[in-house]
Structure formats: C-alpha cells, structure tokens
C-alpha cells in the first residue's frame, strides 16, 4: 500500500460524471485521482496506488488492456472492473481482484475499497508472519534452548509473531463477516 495514511485510489472511467461521482463518494477516506481514458490510466498508475477501479469498456485502450499492462509492471495494487460488461468466462484468466457490474452504489463501491484494503492488509500481515515464521524456525534448529531463552532478539521474534497472529486472526474474522467474502468462499467450495 501506498505510504500516505489515506490509500490512494486511482479510478479510470470515460464517463467523466460518472468518474467524478465515484471520486466524491471516496474522498472522505481515500486520496483519489481520476483517468478518463485508458491512456491517462497508464500514465497516472504507478507503485503509489493502492487500488485502481477500472471500466472494461473504453474509446481507445480498454480496460481489459490497462489491466493487462499493470500486472506486466508488477505493480502492487488491487484492482476492481467497475463496468457495464456483465462477466462471461473470459474473466478467468483476468488478474483483477473484483468486479462490479454498472449501476454501483455508494455503498457497493465503498465496500469493494474497504474489502481491496482488508485483502491488501491481510497479505501484507501473512508476508511478514511467514518471513518471522522462517527465521524462528531457523534459530530453533541452529541455537539450544537455553541460547534462545537469554536472546532478547528472539524474544522480540517471538513477541512479534504473537502480535502478528491476532493480527492476521482479526483481519480473518473482519473479512469472512463481509457478505461478498462469503459469498466467494461459498463459490470457491462448489
């Protein structure tokens, strides 16, 4: 995520009413900034953006494109097709986190970005947990009990995995209670 308090939410729709609405609706939490063309997109994405909404369907470079150019640059971020093309097979193979189909709410729109940031939040806890995981691991095969009882590195090693494991247990909890969340667990099962 960015490293601004507020995420920074790049939207990129051609309806510039509709982008503008959009950017109204996330500007109490968000820093948003607004591309109305699939160009102005790729100029404006860059390893700042936490999450990009994208439209599928534009004059020029599609969405479906500006997508495909964001993962080829590795960049980090989440992104959510905001679109009036309603999903066929085809978005399989697409690297996007989520997909609204036009009209949004307020409320679906707000929830999607609350969502992307929980899932952004959640890998970034697992990272680090599995980085620690690793190291503890390595300490307690390599030094004697008595060598890891007088660390207080190891201590902090430990204290910070304790955190980190409520951490991750109420990110958990805070993303099965959202509806969407499972609703695809619910998918995913079938």
Wanted: with cysteine; charged share 35%.
């Amino acid at each position: 995520m960015a490293g601004s308090d507020e995420p920074a939410v790049l939207i990129v729709e051609d309806e510039p009413d509709l982008a503008d609405l959009y950017s109204a609706w996330l500007a109490e939490k968000c820093t948003v900034r607004t591309a109305y063309n699939g160009s102005q997109a790729l100029d404006a994405i860059d390893q700042h953006a936490d999450i990009v909404l994208l439209d599928r369907r534009m004059p020029g470079l599609s969405g479906d494109t500006v997508l495909d150019t964001i993962r080829e640059r590795g960049l980090d971020c989440r992104v959510a097709m905001v679109t009036a093309v309603e999903p066929d097979f085809d978005i399989v193979e697409m690297g996007f986190d989520d997909y609204l189909v036009k009209p949004v709410s307020k409320r679906d729109l707000t929830d999607t970005v609350d969502q992307l940031l929980l899932r952004s939040a959640y890998d970034e806890q697992l990272q680090e947990f599995f980085a620690l995981a690793s190291k503890k691991a390595i300490l307690d095969k390599q030094k004697t009990e008595a060598q890891l009882r007088a660390s207080e590195d190891y201590a902090r090693l430990e204290d910070r995995l304790a955190v980190l494991r409520s951490d991750i247990d109420d990110t958990m909890a805070r993303l099965s209670d959202r509806n969407a969340y499972d609703r695809a667990c619910r998918d995913i099962s079938r």
